[in-house]
């Protein structure tokens, strides 16, 4: 299976790039918000989700770990497959899907190409309690952890882990902290991280 390649942009479609790695081009669906942030003849990495059919294998690249967390979760909600799934991080990013989620805007999710308001409730209702674990992809290390960790505003475990999740949603490091802060004071101090990621989303989306 393919989990990453880094290579060249030989070419960018419709829903396709194709990246070549030492001579050999590979074919990659994308969401429409990664390819918009490709350039021709750019060094690229993407992760890769690879799929096996009988009849194909197709591979769906990602920027982050965290963007390819949320293609495979979505697909997990009925009616929701790799075409829908690519279509929705086309329209939200991992920060606004999340958002999204945590305050029961389907309304957001419905602006995606052939989601309707069933679907997009669905999917908001589905992945309510799912949604702090997923923004929490990529925690361990890395450039993101460690800019989030000094933050003078983070006392816990708990709350270091919930600013470097948001952070590693896009938000600034000093964004993350300062709304992570506020929802230790309201939750008090024995909160868990998945309830301060879910209290500091509400807090940098107000």
Not at 108 to 126: D, F, M, N, S, Y
Request: charge should be negative; charged fraction near 20%.
């Amino acid at each position: 299976m393919i989990g990453k390649l880094r290579g060249k942009v030989d070419a960018i479609g419709e829903s396709v790039v194709i990246v070549d790695v030492g001579g050999v081009g590979y074919e990659v669906q994308a969401s429409a918000r990664t390819l918009r942030s490709l350039q021709l003849g750019d060094e690229v990495s993407l992760t890769i989700d690879t799929h096996v059919r009988e009849d194909a294998i197709r591979l769906y690249g990602f920027a982050t770990e965290v963007e390819r967390s949320w293609f495979r979760t979505l697909q997990t909600i009925q009616g929701v497959g790799a075409k829908v799934a690519l279509a929705v991080l086309g329209i939200l990013s991992p920060a606004e899907l999340a958002n999204a989620i945590a305050l029961g805007n389907w309304q957001a999710v419905e602006q995606t190409p052939g989601v309707g308001k069933k679907l997009a409730q669905r999917i908001v209702a589905e992945l309510k309690d799912k949604a702090p674990a997923l923004s929490m992809a990529g925690l361990g290390g890395g450039e993101t952890a460690s800019a989030a960790a000094p933050a003078t505003s983070v006392e816990t475990n708990a709350s270091a882990e919930a600013v470097s999740a948001l952070t590693n949603l896009g938000y600034q490091p000093v964004d993350a902290a300062r709304a992570v802060a506020a929802a230790a004071k309201e939750l008090g101090a024995d909160s868990d991280t998945a309830a301060l990621i879910r209290r500091g989303l509400k807090e940098l989306s107000s």
